[in-house]
Structures are given as structure tokens and as C-alpha cells.
């Protein structure tokens, strides 16, 4: 019998050099047997230049804007030379050119008539899947694997909400009819990640970092039988790695663990990842592509994965928390209804809520419409607003039903001000706010008692229930 499908998502720290290409072809070949579907982002780096290179046009600077893209077209060439033989080098060459040509002429649309930038952006940006996506399957065609590139806009059918579009039904089918003929014919279908088109064939992208979202879409459609997301760090980590540098890989989470994570900052998954994985009960496994060999993360239903106290902790900075303080709150009834309508309004997501008697305080990590926000919050009551905030959540099953944790963890950090704690509904996250400038303490002091100190509670949990014994 066949097996299901992998799907195999690189990010784009995995495809930043040649070597970065090699390590990738070389785990797509051990994969051969579990059908993968390959998805990619672009090359690291490049959609921070295809998005500065719009802003650049939008100032008025058509040519500055292309040309700013030629030392990041110039490595694809520089990692084709090196990698691909002069026939399917040249092919890629040629590509590169006539993509470098249609840029030009979109940046210089942009130029003479700014306001029509959000389709043409993500016109633009989608050119660093599609690169990546044509080159890799060319490098895997190169070490006699028998890779087809495949239009990644074919399958993802979003609606046009430009630059964070959200998939439509359709994708399930669309996917299937594009990808099973290639997987039936044992070829390994590439596509880029993160973009996708609308149902009248305007390209669109779902939103930073979203290749790991298409890789979660991509795999619900074809039912696959694991979504593995290859990245340059071993798993998901128990705290970021750029701040704490003792993080160590968590072997297992549950799906819920999971997406509290990748909501409250943890990079390494989108946060949209998890829910097709959900939906499809899909498992989805975190891997290092440059440590292949290393065991990385398993994220599975709650049901399968062991109860521990606490798993990670992630941050999130960039916060702004907005108060509103009312007398009207009191005992009434549709003052909260109001309070998020401005919200709606103003099509601005909130985090976290916290409520006393008479305010609310409420997060947002978009506060691009705050001066609208705060004037119609202020005909509700008194508003106050802070920035440069960051949400810290320290999660786990565990937390659910071990007392005390929030004490021990509280207790650590009393000379740090804290401000809107909160139990995630589903209380596996304790959340928390704290000043941007006292974060990487907090949580490298939290880490200190969660993972590392000897005498720590979670450990002592581990300990009491045998799951640990080094
Ligand atoms: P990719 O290009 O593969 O999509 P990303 O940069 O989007 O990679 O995500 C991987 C990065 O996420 C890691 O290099 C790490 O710095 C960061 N990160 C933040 N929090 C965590 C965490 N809890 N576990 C692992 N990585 C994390
Ligand atoms: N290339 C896109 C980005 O940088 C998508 C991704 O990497 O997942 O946001
Ligand atoms: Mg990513």
C-alpha cells in the first residue's frame, strides 16, 4: 500500500546558501519512500528586500528599488552555478532575468501610482517562493530525484485580503487535483510556501512567515501522514534561543501546547500552523534541517502527549496595552459589546483581556490604527496606553493541575512589575505582561527555575512521575 504523503516545509534559513540547498536535497532523498511534497520559503532574507524594494517605489524610486533586489537575484545565480549543471543552470539564469524584468515593471507601476500597492506587493513578494520553489526542484532534479516544481497559487485559493490573506474551501480540492497526478506519477511536487491566489488569479501571501501555514494547508488536503516543518534550530525550543541560551528541545507537545506557543511568539511555527493539523489529526514534527540526524519536536493530540508542569515559555514584544476605565462598567450590560466593537471597527486583533470592576485592559501587537482606536475608546471612558510592552506566557498540560507554579514563578520575579496575568481558557498558558526592556531577564530568570536549577518544581514534577531520569 502507498503511504499518505509528508509534507517537508524548509524555511528559509534552510535555503540560504548552496550548502544550505545541499543539506536540504539530502534529506528529501532519506524521505523518498514517504511521498514527500516539498514546500519552501524563499532564500533568507529575501522577502525583507522584495518589501523594502516596495517601500523604495512607493518613494518614487523605481530603479533604486530593482536594483536594491540584484545582490539577493545574484546569490540564486551564485547557488545555481554552483550547484546545477550548466544546461538547467542556464534555464534558472533565464528565469532569474525575466523575473528581475517583471519586477521592474511592477515597481515601476508602484512608482507613478502609489496607492495601488497591496495587490502589486504581494505580486512582488511572492517572487521569493517562486525562485526558491523553481531552484530547488532543480537542485533535487540534480541528485536524481524526481522533483517538479509546481505553482503554489494553483492550490492556495485565498480571499484578497493582500498581505494576510486567508485560504478559501476550494484549496482542498484545488490542491489535490494539482498535486495527486504528480505524487501518483512518483514525482516529488515543490512549491513555494506563503503564497497563494484569489479566485481571479491575483497573486496573494498569507501573511509572514506563512510557509509553515501552507505546509499545515497543503498537508490537511492531501491527508499526509506527518507535516514536517525544517528549520535551523533542533525542535521547538523551552525558550527562545536568541535570548536564553541554555533552550533545550522539547520532545513532545500536545497540539494545543503547540499553537499557545507559536501564538505568544515562538517563531519556529506560524500560529495558523497548527489548526489543519488539528482538524485533520495530522502530526506535525519540528526538525533541524543542518542536524538532520537530531530527534527535534513531535506535536501530537493532547490525548497522546505526556502531562508535564511546565514546557516553554515564549514572549512576545511589541505590545501595546490599551486601558479603559468606566464608572459605566459597573453592573451594565453592553459595555464590553462596545468596547470591542471599536476594536472591529478598527480591524485590530486583541491578545490579551483582562477586566476589573471598572477597566479593561486589552493587548495588541498591531497598533497601526491607535490614534483612531484611542479617540472612539474614549467616548467610552478614560483611556491609558502603554508601549513597548511583552506578553510572557509560560505553558504546559501541567499547569492545568499543579498548584503552585504560579506562586513559585510570581515569586522569582517580585522586583519585576507585572501587569495583566492572565490563565488561558484552555489553562495550559499563564500569561503575563511585563516592560519590553525587563524581558529578557524575566524570562531567562523564569528558564533558571523552570529548566535548569536543580531544585526546580518542574523538574521535581518530571521526577515524581518517572519521566525523567537523568
Ligand atoms: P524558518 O526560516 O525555518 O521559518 P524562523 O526564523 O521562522 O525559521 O523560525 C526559527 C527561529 O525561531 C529559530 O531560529 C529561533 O531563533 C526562533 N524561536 C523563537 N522561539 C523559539 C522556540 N521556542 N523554539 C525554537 N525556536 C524559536
Ligand atoms: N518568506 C516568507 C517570510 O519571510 C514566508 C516564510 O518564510 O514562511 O515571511
Ligand atoms: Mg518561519
Same mark, same amino acid.
Given at each position: 500500500?502507498?503511504?499518505?504523503?509528508?509534507?517537508?516545509? !524548509?524555511?528559509?534559513?534552510?535555503? $540560504?546558501?548552496?550548502?544550505?540547498?545541499?543539506?536540504?536535497?539530502?534529506?528529501?532523498? @532519506?524521505?523518498?519512500?514517504?511521498?514527500?511534497?516539498?514546500?519552501?520559503?524563499?532564500?533568507?532574507?529575501?522577502?525583507?528586500?522584495?518589501?523594502?524594494?516596495?517601500?523604495? *517605489?512607493?518613494?518614487?524610486?523605481?530603479?533604486? *528599488?530593482?536594483?536594491?533586489?540584484?545582490?539577493?537575484?545574484?546569490?540564486?545565480?551564485?547557488?545555481?552555478?554552483?550547484?546545477?549543471?550548466?544546461?538547467?543552470?542556464?534555464?534558472?539564469?533565464?528565469?532569474?532575468?525575466?523575473?528581475?524584468?517583471?519586477?521592474?515593471?511592477?515597481?515601476?507601476?508602484?512608482?507613478?501610482?502609489?496607492?495601488?500597492?497591496?495587490? %502589486?506587493?504581494?505580486?512582488?513578494?511572492?517572487?521569493?517562493?517562486?525562485? &526558491?520553489?523553481?531552484?530547488?526542484?532543480?537542485?533535487?532534479?540534480?541528485?536524481?530525484?524526481? *522533483?517538479?516544481?509546481?505553482?503554489?497559487?494553483?492550490?492556495?485559493?485565498?480571499?484578497?485580503?493582500?498581505?494576510?490573506? *486567508?485560504?478559501?474551501?476550494?484549496?482542498?480540492?484545488?490542491?489535490? @487535483? $494539482?498535486?495527486?497526478?504528480? %505524487?501518483?506519477?512518483?514525482?516529488?511536487?515543490?512549491?513555494?510556501?506563503?503564497?497563494?491566489?484569489?479566485?481571479?488569479?491575483?497573486?496573494? @501571501?498569507?501573511?509572514?512567515?506563512?510557509?509553515?501555514?501552507?505546509?499545515?494547508?497543503?498537508?490537511?488536503?492531501?491527508?499526509?501522514?506527518?507535516?514536517?516543518?525544517?528549520?535551523?534550530?533542533?525542535?521547538?525550543?523551552?525558550?527562545?534561543?536568541?535570548?536564553?541560551?541554555?533552550?533545550?528541545?522539547?520532545?513532545?507537545?500536545?497540539?494545543?501546547?503547540?499553537?499557545?506557543?507559536?501564538? !505568544?511568539?515562538? /517563531?519556529?511555527?506560524?500560529? /495558523?500552523?497548527?489548526?489543519?493539523?488539528?482538524?485533520?489529526?495530522?502530526?506535525?514534527?519540528?526538525?533541524?534541517?543542518?542536524?538532520?540526524?537530531?530527534?527535534?519536536?513531535?506535536?501530537?493530540?493532547? &490525548?497522546?502527549?505526556?502531562?508535564?508542569?511546565?514546557?516553554?515559555?515564549?514572549?512576545?514584544?511589541?505590545?501595546?496595552?490599551?486601558?479603559?476605565?468606566?464608572?459605566?462598567? %459597573?453592573?451594565?450590560?453592553? !459595555?464590553?459589546?462596545?468596547?470591542?466593537?471599536?476594536?472591529?471597527?478598527?480591524?485590530?486583533?486583541?491578545?490579551?483581556?483582562?477586566?476589573?470592576?471598572?477597566?479593561?485592559?486589552?493587548?495588541?501587537?498591531? +497598533?497601526?490604527?491607535?490614534?483612531? %482606536?484611542?479617540?472612539?475608546?474614549?467616548?467610552?471612558?478614560?483611556?491609558?496606553?502603554?508601549?513597548?510592552?511583552?506578553?510572557?506566557?509560560?505553558?504546559?498540560?501541567?499547569?492545568?493541575?499543579?498548584?503552585?507554579?504560579?506562586?513559585?514563578? !510570581?515569586?522569582?520575579?517580585?522586583?519585576?512589575?507585572?501587569?495583566?496575568?492572565?490563565?488561558?481558557?484552555?489553562?495550559?498558558?499563564?500569561?503575563?505582561?511585563?516592560?519590553?526592556?525587563?524581558?529578557? $531577564?524575566?524570562?531567562?530568570?523564569?528558564?533558571?527555575?523552570?529548566?535548569?536549577?536543580?531544585?526546580?518544581?518542574?523538574?521535581?514534577?518530571?521526577?515524581?512521575?518517572?519521566?525523567?531520569? +537523568?
Amino acid at each position: 500500500m502507498t503511504p499518505n504523503p509528508t509534507i517537508m516545509k !524548509f524555511g528559509g534559513t534552510s535555503v $540560504e546558501d548552496a550548502s544550505a540547498f545541499r543539506n536540504v536535497a539530502a534529506v528529501v532523498k @532519506t524521505a523518498v519512500p514517504l511521498r514527500p511534497v516539498v514546500v519552501v520559503s524563499a532564500i533568507g532574507g529575501f522577502t525583507n528586500a522584495l518589501l523594502t524594494s516596495v517601500q523604495k *517605489a512607493i518613494g518614487g524610486d523605481a530603479r533604486a *528599488a530593482t536594483r536594491s533586489l540584484d545582490p539577493d537575484l545574484k546569490r540564486h545565480v551564485a547557488i545555481a552555478r554552483e550547484l546545477l549543471n550548466p544546461e538547467s543552470c542556464a534555464a534558472f539564469e533565464l528565469t532569474v532575468a525575466v523575473t528581475r524584468r517583471e519586477i521592474r515593471q511592477l515597481h515601476k507601476i508602484i512608482a507613478l501610482h502609489p496607492v495601488t500597492h497591496p495587490p %502589486l506587493q504581494d505580486e512582488i513578494v511572492a517572487y521569493g517562493e517562486q525562485l &526558491s520553489a523553481q531552484l530547488l526542484a532543480a537542485v533535487l532534479r540534480e541528485s536524481n530525484l524526481a *522533483a517538479r516544481y509546481v505553482d503554489a497559487r494553483r492550490c492556495l485559493r485565498t480571499d484578497d485580503n493582500y498581505g494576510n490573506a *486567508a485560504p478559501l474551501p476550494e484549496t482542498a480540492a484545488a490542491t489535490r @487535483t $494539482e498535486l495527486l497526478p504528480v %505524487l501518483e506519477s512518483s514525482k516529488i511536487p515543490v512549491l513555494g510556501g506563503f503564497i497563494g491566489s484569489t479566485d481571479k488569479g491575483v497573486t496573494t @501571501t498569507l501573511g509572514r512567515g506563512g510557509s509553515d501555514y501552507t505546509a499545515a494547508i497543503i498537508g490537511a488536503a492531501l491527508e499526509a501522514r506527518e507535516i514536517q516543518i525544517w528549520t535551523d534550530v533542533s525542535g521547538v525550543l523551552t525558550a527562545d534561543p536568541r535570548i536564553v541560551n541554555k533552550a533545550r528541545t522539547i520532545p513532545l507537545l500536545s497540539y494545543q501546547e503547540a499553537a499557545e506557543l507559536a501564538y !505568544f511568539g515562538a /517563531k519556529v511555527l506560524h500560529p /495558523k500552523t497548527i489548526q489543519p493539523a488539528i482538524d485533520c489529526r495530522i502530526p506535525v514534527r519540528v526538525c533541524n534541517s543542518r542536524a538532520a540526524g537530531d530527534a527535534g519536536t513531535l506535536i501530537v493530540a493532547e &490525548s497522546a502527549a505526556t502531562p508535564q508542569t511546565v514546557k516553554a515559555i515564549a514572549h512576545k514584544s511589541g505590545i501595546t496595552t490599551v486601558q479603559v476605565t468606566s464608572a459605566r462598567m %459597573l453592573g451594565a450590560y453592553g !459595555f464590553l459589546r462596545a468596547l470591542f466593537e471599536v476594536f472591529d471597527r478598527h480591524r485590530t486583533a486583541v491578545d490579551v483581556v483582562t477586566t476589573s470592576e471598572v477597566s479593561v485592559s486589552l493587548s495588541i501587537d498591531n +497598533a497601526g490604527a491607535l490614534p483612531e %482606536l484611542i479617540s472612539d475608546l474614549e467616548e467610552l471612558g478614560a483611556v491609558e496606553v502603554e508601549e513597548h510592552r511583552t506578553i510572557i506566557s509560560i505553558i504546559g498540560e501541567g499547569l492545568r493541575s499543579t498548584p503552585g507554579i504560579a506562586a513559585r514563578i !510570581f515569586s522569582e520575579i517580585s522586583d519585576i512589575n507585572v501587569s495583566m496575568i492572565s490563565v488561558g481558557a484552555s489553562s495550559v498558558n499563564l500569561t503575563f505582561m511585563v516592560d519590553e526592556s525587563r524581558a529578557p $531577564e524575566t524570562i531567562k530568570r523564569l528558564h533558571y527555575i523552570c529548566f535548569e536549577a536543580p531544585e526546580n518544581p518542574v523538574r521535581h514534577a518530571e521526577l515524581a512521575a518517572g519521566e525523567v531520569t +537523568a
